[in-house]
């Protein structure tokens, strides 16, 4: 495993586990994007992804990493949790810059129902969100 | 990368590249179960497994793979392709078996209309399979 992606896997699971999202944003690259499941068109910069990003983690219950691949900068890690009592299985696709940091995240979650509840919850905190930022 | 899985990536690869879709069937197990990307709720056996994916990879238009993992038995593959004009990005997750077959698949898509796209499609091809079967 890349010393940089090892590095990297330490912090990301540590802020996980110990649910310190604030700490995730120093982990983004300021030019990060986010293929989230629902869109096509990609998210870009740090202060969006992040706040996607924690929207989603605190949103599925019983989020937990399972299976994890490094390939030097390419990461692909399984996850599992449930959105009101729908299970769910999905993959974070992670590309790491030079300083170790997510550059590109993609995320795809099966199956339907759960995909389409998530969005129903994160789309209503993500406009809540736009809005305060343009207030 | 584990023999085992380098051999059947050789295998799997070269029969995706010439598109000769009866041949993948050896690599599948007799128990070999998928989660399919639009059900939680796996289908299990080879015949079923087969039909679905070959109906999955000839229904998506374009389909290549492009990143790839492998820890020990474990496969990740990255695949991108359209349907019905619908970009989609996604992952096949794969569990070899002792024999070096698929024993376990599952696949995730996103983004969400391409999902729903593709299971419009695949759903009406699978249910004519079934009904032949019963016949």
Redesign the interface.
Known sequence: MAADAAAFLARWHRILADRDFDLMKELLADDVTI??????QRLSGVDLAHHLLCTILQTIEGFTYH?????GA?I?L?FKGKVRD??????D?ITLDDDGRVLRL???????????TL?EVVSERMLAFLAEQKA
Chains 1, 2 share one sequence.
């Open positions: 293929g989230a499941p629902p869109h096509w299976r994890e691949w490094v390939s390419e692909a399984e729908l299970d769910l299985q999905g993959m696709i993609d995320v795809m979650i099966r199956p339907l129902n759960a995909v389409m969005q």
